[in-house]
């Protein structure tokens, strides 16, 4: 039995405006056994974290750890073989940078799990749905306008984010399909996208019927169902059919923005995709059809995080960043402290985002019973959020499972 003694650690986890005063943290193995002042308890390794602050390992609720190439119809088409030995390198960089846990909306598999498992790679916690579904036309079906190739071979592609399913009975052996294969939760098209391109922002995606269908699935696994939305009317439908997981929600109005508080949804906003996409896109490589569309949702993105604050909305940290611009993952921390306090904005990477996904206790947290998975911060977020970006420069520790994967 292994045990690390973190001594004098001031923490900080989004649940107060101040850290904490000088704090002992005990480990034993992978776990969190004890929290106090002047822990007197024996350890392997003694660390003096010296008021140095102390994290939870930071959560990023959406990801796409298998979006190697920022054109994604390009990017299916990868030997598998290719795309996992990038996303390798895309999750270590990952957890680098603070994040201990991801969850993946759309493309990772069960495989890419077990490898972090069984230490094959390195890298965070990875929460997969599989494939997200779309309808034919809809988001992840990269075909072009005039493609007529075939889609089913999209299932097999590690490189495909999705796979295309219509009609409720095809929805639904998606669903047992994806859970079968170790999803955790399933994932929607429910809108238009701005990477795909036969699908304007405001077209909806499935039947009310089909996202009913899966819904009940995924109830039936005893999970939930995450989608991709934008438009206020196509997350108030989905709201009413019963997705708990809003995914962007740039377009959402107060209205519904109450509905999501009153039916229990979280929403997970990705403004740094947008900006990045804006500054960046067609330069990278992002076709014009999509560049065209980035403008009707990334202004109003910052509009909907003062929406969903002042209803009250649980909001989860996410980024939805692809190929070269993964590097811009903690960049989002400082776009949402210009619209929101520093303390909510963490404790969307952290206690929100946990409570959200079903491991409240075992994440986001510095308690006992949590996993270990921890960070040490130079300089306080609380007062200045940039000091979470620069991938981890600002990191002298990184403890993911009781084990150091970053030390200075």
């Known amino acids: 039995m292994n045990s690390i003694l973190l001594k004098n650690a001031r923490i900080v986890d989004g649940s107060q405006g101040e850290p904490t005063a000088p704090t002992d943290v005990l480990i034993r193995d992978d776990l969190i056994v004890d929290v106090g002042k002047s822990i007197a308890e024996t350890a392997d390794r003694v660390v003096d974290l010296d008021g140095k602050i102390l994290m939870p390992g930071l959560i990023d609720g959406h990801v796409h750890v298998i979006a190697t190439k920022l054109d994604l119809g390009a990017n299916a088409d990868l030997p598998n073989s290719l795309v996992a030995l ?36 390195i890298g965070p916690r990875l929460i997969i749905c599989g494939k997200a579904l779309s309808q034919t036309g809809g988001h992840t079906d990269y075909r072009g306008r005039f493609n007529r190739r075939s889609v089913e071979h999209y299932p097999d592609q590690l490189g495909a ?66 989608a991709h939305l934008y438009t206020d009317a196509a997350i108030r439908r989905a709201i009413e059919c019963g997705v708990k997981s809003i995914e962007h929600g740039n377009l959402i109005t107060p209205e519904t923005a109450q509905l999501a508080k009153e039916r229990g949804a979280f929403v997970v906003p990705t403004n740094i995709v947008y900006d990045r996409l ?19 949702v990334r202004s109003a993105g910052f509009e909907a995080l003062e929406v969903l604050h002042k209803a009250g909305v649980t909001m989860v940290y996410g980024t939805d960043l692809l190929g070269e611009m993964h590097e811009h993952q903690s960049e989002e921390f400082v776009l949402r402290g210009q619209h929101l306090p520093a303390a909510d904005v963490i404790r969307s990477a952290t206690l929100d985002a946990a409570k959200a996904f079903g491991f409240e206790g075992k994440l986001g947290t510095v308690a006992p019973g949590a996993y270990a998975d921890l960070i040490v911060v130079d300089g306080n977020p609380l007062d200045d959020l940039s000091v979470l970006t620069g991938q981890g420069k600002h990191m002298p520790y990184i403890i993911k499972g009781g084990e150091f994967v970053k030390q200075s």
């Open 278 to 296: 804006a500054k960046d896109g067609a330069s990278l490589g992002l076709p014009p059809v999509s560049v065209a569309k980035i403008e009707d």
């Open 86 to 121: 990038r996303s390798a390198n895309i999750m270590k960089a990952m957890l680098m940078r603070g994040f201990t846990t991801v969850r993946d909306l759309g493309g990772a598999d069960h495989g890419l799990v077990e490898a972090l498992q069984e230490g094959t790679i």
């Open 161 to 226: 984010l999705g796979r295309i399913c219509d009609g409720v009975d095809a929805v639904r052996q998606a669903c047992r399909e994806e859970v079968k294969g170790g999803a955790q939760f399933i994932k929607l098209m429910a809108n238009g996208g701005v990477s795909s391109p036969t699908d304007p922002i405001a077209n909806l995606g499935f039947s009310k019927e089909e996202v009913l269908a899966a819904v009940e699935e995924a109830e039936n696994a005893q999970t939930y169902v995450a």
